[in-house]
Each structure stands twice: as structure tokens, then as C-alpha cells.
């Protein structure tokens, strides 16, 4: 059934088939990529699903090994790489715990240049193997990017369009990936100039009169010399310059590129020939694809976001504990979007804005209600908070939601647009904590990190879903800029009574006991409760728990007390440890002149951790209720040192194996 992918195992494999046979080898491709990702392993199904002939062109054409090098912009549309790159006998295991990577990455594959899963940035990394080839005087390398119309948008992707225009003589090559979509349909002026000519007449009869002339040139280039193949250069950019106003390739020609396009990307002959035609251009080259995004899948649903990515079945993961006995109330995500509702309700001047993760976020259906208070502004994550600062300074209330992880692109705006000038904007963080099956690319464990070194700003983290409302009231009336972060997720099920009111950097104590005592800020309180009732069960011993609620600024008198009075100070984060929430209490133990040799911060070594089930990898970093509890036990001398049993964790220090 799989005979021609089998035989396509390795790009080596994949040279011997007859071009005639490649588009059975797709078919064949996309019936096992469907099968897998949305029988099985859930994934991002639809891009993959979208790159399959270009993916074949690509390894058909080029030596991607050891001549010439891909950079797939996000990475997330790779599994066609993949299945021609040595990884077909392990694809079932993707995105599992010690399967491989959803995303490219360089443990797994030499063809795996570099490890991606933010987007906008293959052209940056592709211009640069280009420069270096060419210093380098090898004449015959090509460096490729794979960039799709949503990932264009980003600025570190303009950036680069504008840096990469200006250079001559050298082989890179940006594939522009045009299916209409980010994860749903594109928007902005980028998407709006690409659509425009799509539906028009003229461009489509034009081009094929053009067509057929740069033709004729492109066979003739070949036996001229240099100088000819320039003047000819200009002739066809002359002729692309014929088109109709709408033609799409003005904007790139303008700015420098040779312009090669738009033609379909699902036509294998057709990618060949515009390959062979491109390496004979001396300047960078933009080639421009049509595919369709979920090519192949005919899912009942019309929904754009099923085609971008399949969820995990539910077997994966059945026999996997939950995350802590309490679990199993609303989605994080969810008890935010409800929150959102209301606050517009109540206040006209609340705005919330995403950057291209309407779905991601939860505010499409915000949207739905509130069209204009809404605003998607595009992958652009940078630009998301300078905008926001702009709605706040005109006026309005300002909700940025964007993950953890994807807020990383902005610290420069965090720092001069918000913290320098104490403009308030709420920064709504999901996804920070581990998130699972997409790994260390889109793991949120920094953001304590890169915000609390800011002055002027506020961090706080709920301990359950009617605390993130609070926390979202609390935070929108600050005078501050103000971040809240909140895991992927669902909330406990069972809340621990409603405490005092937020007050601005004051915690909440939620157990009282002698023996020891367990500040832990967030996502941690319910498997820190947990813990902390283990304890209690095996060994009669009781701990305070103390709900911290900010991390800056933070309850400095209450935790001098705590400090003072018991021997053993724990903290928990799901954050990495340097910079994280411990750090920022044992460098206030230190000021303060308090022993700081009694705390011991739980929180994730200094590594990058891969992906697996969220439960999986919690676990491995010790941050489950038994990991947190055994932690505890071995420090208070309640366990012999070195002793695993009852914990789960791993405590490998290098990162899990992939594949
Ligand atoms: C910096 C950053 N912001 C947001 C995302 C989330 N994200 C993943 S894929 C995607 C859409 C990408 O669209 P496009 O580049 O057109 O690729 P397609 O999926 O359509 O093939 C987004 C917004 C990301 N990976 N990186």
C-alpha cells in the first residue's frame, strides 16, 4: 500500500523513482500522514498535508544533506520532511513522550538544520547560509526558506525581505507558501494584496502570454554568458513588470527579488521546472506557491482550525494519571474567554488584541460577539504590544493575549512601550507552564524570567479559575503594566474556599502548619496541596501552604516571617529556575539578611524539555504532586537521598531522547 513511500525512505531512495510516479508517491504520503496525525497522534495536520509536492520537489531536486539547506518557517508543516528523511518507522510516535519532534529538529536528522516552532524566522536563518556560502566561494550551494503567507507577516521575516533584497550573486531562494491560511483565514493587508489578484481575469490570461515568453528566455539563458543572462534577468523582470497592477510579484520586485510565480504547488513537474529555472537567476528569488491547506483530508467539519491541527486520540493518552486528584474543571483558556465576555459587557473601553491566535486564545468567539473590539493584528507578536500601548495611551483597555512563549519575540516593547512609562496593558499569558505534546519550542517557562527584570511591572498567577477572573479585574484597574500567566491546562475542579480580596503584592496563606512551609505561585498550588497532604499521610508531618499570587511586586513581610520561623522553605514554579519565581525569593532572602541556605526552589533545571504528554513532562521535571512530595521528603530527611520510590520523576539532566 506504502510501496513507493517505503522506497522514499531517504531522499536517495526518492531520486530513483520516475517523475511520472511522484504524484502516487504524494497520494501515498498524504493517506499515511492522515492517518497517523488524525487517526493517532494529532499534530498539525494541515499545513504537512499542504506541503506534500513541494516537499518531494524539494528533496527531488536539491541535495538538502550536504550541498544545499531548507529552513521550514514554524517547522509545524515538516512531516513530509520527515517521511523522506529517515523518520517514516518512528512517525507514529510523533509528539510523544520520547517519540520524535512535531517541529524540525537537529537531534533527530542532519536534514533538520535548525530546531523552529516560532515563525518568521527561516528567512533571516536561509539569507545567512546563503551569505556564508558565498564568502565562502561555494558557488553551488542554494539556501532555501519555506515560508508560509501567515509566518510573512512576522518582522523578523520583513525584516530579513528587506535586509535579503539588496544582495546580489547569491543562490537563495524563498518559497513563499501561499495557501490563504494562518491557523485560520489569513487577514491583513499582506493577505488582502495576495488575494486580490487571485480572482483576477486579466492577471490570469496575461500571465500565460507571459509565461510563455519567460519560457523562451529561460531556454535560451542557459547558453549565454554572464553578462547576457543579466541583460536577459532584466528583460524577463521587465516582462513581470507587464502585468496587470494586481500582479502579485510587484511588491518583491520592487524591493529587489527576482519574482517567480505564482504557480501550483501541488504540480510536481511544474516546482521542478520553476527550481531549475531559479538557479539560473543571479539574485535572491521569491517563488510563489499556491497549495491548499488539508489537501487531501476530508473532514465533515468545516471548521479551518481542524484542518491546521488534529487532536491527539483519546487511547494515546488513556492510560496516562491525571495531572492532580482535584483536576477536571474548565479549560484555563476557557474560564479566560468567559472572563473576557463579561468585562466587555461591562465596560465598552475593554479591547482585547491577538496576535494570529484567535483560536489558540479562545477569542474568536469573543469576536463572534464583539467584532470591533477584537483585533488580530497578524503574527506579529511585537507589534501586538506596541499596538496595545497605543489603544491604552488613546484611551482604551487593553487585553494582549498572546502564549508565554510567543510573548519572548516582544521584550523590547515590554520594556520601552509598557514598563518604561508605566502604561498599563493587561498581558493575558497562556500556555505558560509546560505544554506538552508541541514541546520545547512553545514550552512558556521563561516569562517570569523576562518580565520581572523589567521595573514598573506587575506578575501575577492564579491558583484557580475563579482567581484568574479576580486576576483579570485586579489587573486591568492597575496603574501598572501588568502580565497574568496561566497554564494549558484545566482548573481544579474542587476550589479551596474564596480568600481574602487581591491586594497588590500580598499572598495567601491556604494551610497552616509547623513543620516546613511551601510557597508556591500558580499552576503549582493544587499539586503543591497535594504534596503536601502526601507528607501529612506518610509521615504525620504538616506544612503551610501559601498561595503567592504575585511574583512582583511580592509579599516581602509575609515571606520574611515564613522564613524566620521554619526550617524548611520550599518554593514552586512551572518556570525554569534561574530568574523564575525561587530566584526572586532567595534574592530577597539574601537582601534581607535571612538564611537563605533553608529554601530550596523546585522549579525546572537549567535545560530545555521536550515534549510528551503535559503529565508526562511534569513528571519528569518532578513538578507532579508525588515529584513535589518526594522533593520535600528528601530535604526535611524523610527520605534516604537518591531514594525514587514514589516519586516519578526522571532526573536525567540532558533532554529526553527524541526518536
Ligand atoms: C512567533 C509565533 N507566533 C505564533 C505562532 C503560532 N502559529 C503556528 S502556525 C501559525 C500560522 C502559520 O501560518 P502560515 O505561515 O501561513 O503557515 P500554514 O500553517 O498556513 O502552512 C501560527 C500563528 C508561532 N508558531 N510562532
Redesign the pocket.
Known amino acids: 500500500m506504502y510501496q513507493l513511500l517505503e522506497q522514499a525512505d531517504t531522499p536517495d531512495g526518492l531520486k530513483q523513482i520516475a517523475v511520472s510516479d511522484l504524484p502516487r508517491l504524494a497520494e501515498q504520503m498524504r493517506q499515511f500522514i492522515i492517518e497517523t496525525v488524525a487517526g493517532r497522534t494529532g499534530g498539525?495536520l494541515?499545513?504537512g498535508l499542504?506541503?506534500v509536492e513541494l516537499t518531494i520537489a524539494l528533496h527531488y531536486y536539491y541535495d538538502l544533506l550536504e550541498r544545499d539547506s531548507v529552513v521550514y518557517?514554524?517547522?509545524?508543516?515538516c512531516y513530509p520532511h520527515k517521511l523522506l528523511t529517515g523518520r517514516r518507522a518512528q512517525f507514529g510516535t510523533l509528539r510523544q513522550y520520547h517519540g520524535i519532534s512535531g517541529f524540525p529538529d537537529p537531534k533527530e536528522s542532519p536534514y533538520d538544520r535548525v530546531k523552529?516552532?516560532?515563525?518568521?524566522?527561516s528567512l533571516s536563518t536561509a539569507l545567512g547560509i546563503a551569505v556564508a556560502n558565498k564568502q565562502q566561494g561555494f558557488t553551488d550551494r542554494t539556501a532555501i526558506a519555506v515560508?508560509?503567507?501567515?509566518?510573512?507577516?512576522?518582522g523578523q521575516a520583513l525584516e530579513a525581505l528587506n535586509h535579503g533584497g539588496d544582495m546580489r550573486d547569491l543562490k537563495y531562494l524563498i518559497v513563499l507558501?501561499?495557501?490563504?491560511?494562518?491557523?485560520g483565514p489569513?487577514t491583513g493587508a499582506l493577505a488582502n494584496y495576495f488575494s486580490k489578484f487571485r480572482t483576477s481575469q486579466a492577471y490570469t490570461s496575461a500571465k500565460k502570454d507571459i509565461k510563455k515568453m519567460l519560457k523562451l528566455l529561460d531556454e535560451q539563458a542557459g547558453s549565454f554568458g554572464r553578462a547576457v543572462h543579466d541583460v536577459l534577468d532584466h528583460v524577463k523582470a521587465g516582462l513581470h513588470g507587464l502585468m496587470p497592477a494586481t500582479h502579485p510579484g510587484v511588491l518583491f520586485e520592487e524591493l529587489g527579488y527576482f519574482y517567480y510565480g505564482p504557480i501550483d504547488g501541488h504540480d510536481i513537474p511544474t516546482l521542478l521546472e520553476a527550481f531549475e529555472n531559479a538557479a539560473r537567476v543571479p539574485k535572491p528569488v521569491v517563488l510563489h506557491v499556491m497549495?491548499k491547506?488539508g489537501k487531501g483530508f476530508n473532514n465533515d467539519e468545516p471548521d479551518h482550525y481542524a484542518y491546521?491541527a488534529a487532536k491527539t486520540h483519546s487511547k494515546l493518552t488513556a492510560h496516562l494519571p491525571k495531572e492532580y486528584r482535584r483536576a477536571g474543571g474548565p479549560a484555563y483558556t476557557d474560564v479566560f474567554i468567559d472572563k473576557t465576555f463579561e468585562m466587555m459587557e461591562k465596560d465598552p473601553k475593554v479591547v482585547a488584541i491577538t496576535?494570529?491566535?484567535l483560536q489558540?486564545t479562545g477569542l474568536e468567539k469573543v469576536q463572534q460577539k464583539y467584532p470591533e473590539r477584537v483585533i488580530d493584528v497578524g503574527?506579529?507578536?511585537q507589534h501586538a504590544v506596541g499596538f496595545a500601548q497605543g489603544l491604552k495611551l488613546g484611551g482604551l483597555k487593553p487585553i494582549c493575549a498572546?502564549?508565554s512563549?510567543?510573548m519572548?519575540?516582544s521584550v523590547d516593547q515590554l520594556f520601552q512601550e509598557l514598563a518604561l512609562i508605566k502604561c498599563p496593558v493587561l498581558m493575558a499569558l497562556d500556555r505558560a507552564g509546560l505544554v506538552g505534546p508541541d514541546g520545547a519550542?512553545?514550552n512558556g517557562v521563561f516569562d517570569i524570567a523576562y518580565i520581572s527584570m523589567l521595573p514598573n511591572t506587575v506578575l501575577m498567577a492564579p491558583r484557580d479559575a475563579t482567581e484568574l477572573k479576580n486576576m483579570m479585574d485586579f489587573g486591568l484597574e492597575l496603574s501598572l503594566p501588568a502580565a497574568v500567566r496561566f497554564p494549558r491546562a484545566q482548573s481544579p475542579k474542587q476550589e479551596f474556599p474564596a480568600g481574602p480580596a487581591l491586594e497588590l503584592g500580598k499572598a495567601e496563606v491556604l494551610v497552616e502548619g509547623d513543620d516546613g512551609v511551601v510557597i508556591a505561585y500558580g499552576s503549582m498550588v493544587y499539586h503543591a496541596l497535594e504534596a503536601i497532604e502526601l507528607i501529612q499521610e506518610r509521615h504525620g508531618k504538616r506544612l503551610t501552604l501559601v498561595n503567592a499570587r504575585f511574583a512582583k511586586p511580592f509579599d516581602e513581610a509575609l515571606f520574611a516571617r515564613l522564613i524566620e520561623k521554619h526550617d524548611h522553605v520550599f518554593t514552586v514554579e512551572e518556570h525554569v529556575r534561574r530568574g523564575g519565581f525561587g530566584s526572586i525569593v532567595l534574592e530577597f532572602a539574601n537582601r534581607a539578611r535571612l538564611e537563605s541556605g533553608k529554601i530550596e526552589v523546585l522549579a525546572i533545571d537549567d535545560r530545555f524539555v521536550d515534549h510528551g504528554a503535559r503529565v508526562e513532562v511534569l513528571q519528569e521535571v518532578g513538578l507532579d504532586p508525588a515529584g513535589i512530595a518526594a522533593s520535600i521528603e528528601r530535604r526535611m530527611g524523610l527520605r534516604k537521598p537518591g531514594s525514587e520510590s514514589g516519586s516519578t520523576r526522571n532526573v536525567a539532566t540532558g533532554s529526553s531522547v527524541s526518536g
Do not use: C, P, W
Open positions: 498539525h494541515g499545513s499542504g506541503t518557517d514554524v517547522g509545524h508543516q523552529t516552532g516560532h515563525g518568521g524566522t515560508i508560509g503567507d501567515g509566518a510573512l507577516q512576522e507558501n501561499d495557501n490563504e491560511h494562518g491557523i489569513a497549495t491547506k491546521h496576535a494570529a491566535m489558540g503574527m506579529a507578536e498572546v502564549y512563549t510567543f519572548q519575540r519550542t512553545h
